[in-house]
């Protein structure tokens, strides 16, 4: 766990999205939790060396790599509408395909037999202002990446945690996003003053880090776009698949995790061409 701010702490070495914790006068904000459930125990007792109680658990957004550890914080948790909505529909299937992830490590596996899923108590739609214990902490929405993604503003620190809007360093997830609004957001924070961001994935960073995640995207666009005004199909666009695979680099046996993310991006940015230049 590392300090970045005064009382404002992260831990950037848990498999899945990076998670923080803010410290107030009477408790701890806990932002996001890992994804494997023996990384999400050992989260909690972090903060709990820490911190004497637990007031919040905020999830950025509602996917499996911010929420599984959920469960292990004596907290209600915070998220966008869209998130709560999301994460009221998850039933045992979402713990299996989650399990799925890990068949070739069983004993990852076996960890998810006791997950439940904690959802969210309270939901915000564009900007939930707190002001406890001496803090005062803005959860603010982003949109982009989900319709639901969110970020935890610091306005005295000036410290952000940007949810998967940023990440450092790897392909990001297209696969449920608006990558107008994406873009445009990304345009935004560029103009931000910060001390510092809290990516959703990667090492800490300040607003240049947007700009690989801009380029990105609109590389994406730009290739996805002259696919579906060729003419070609969908199933035939994914040529675009192997001309964004080495964009950004990734780990040794991870290809075809990364290219069924840019899959699932090529086939979300294929459906916004259709939208915007219809039958063709």
Known sequence: MEQIAAR????????GANVGCILTDVGAIVVDTPLIPEDGKAWAAEVASIADNVLFVFNT????????????FDAPV?????AWKEMANYKDAFIERTKNMFKRQPEIAAQFNEVVIKKPEIAFTGRLIVKKGGREIHFVHMGGHTPATSGLWLP?????????V??????????????REWLAELTR???????????GH???????????VSEYIRAMRSKVRNQYRSGRTKSEAAVVISQMIDYFPYRQGDKSFVEKRIRAGVSRVYDEMKAIYGEE
């Open 78 to 82: 915070i998220a966008h509408e869209l």
């Open 61 to 72: 957004d509602h996917h499996r790599a911010h929420i599984l550890g959920n469960q292990y």
């Open 156 to 164: 005295e620190e000036r410290v952000l945690f940007t949810g998967d």
């Open 202 to 212: 990667g090492p800490l960073c300040n607003v240049e880090a947007t700009l690989p």
């Open 166 to 179: 940023v990440v450092v360093g790897e392909h990001p997830s297209l696969g449920q996003s608006n990558t």
């Open 189 to 199: 924070l560029r103009k931000t003053s910060l001390t510092c961001s809290v990516p």
């Open 8 to 15: 404002v702490y992260v831990n950037f070495d848990y498999e």
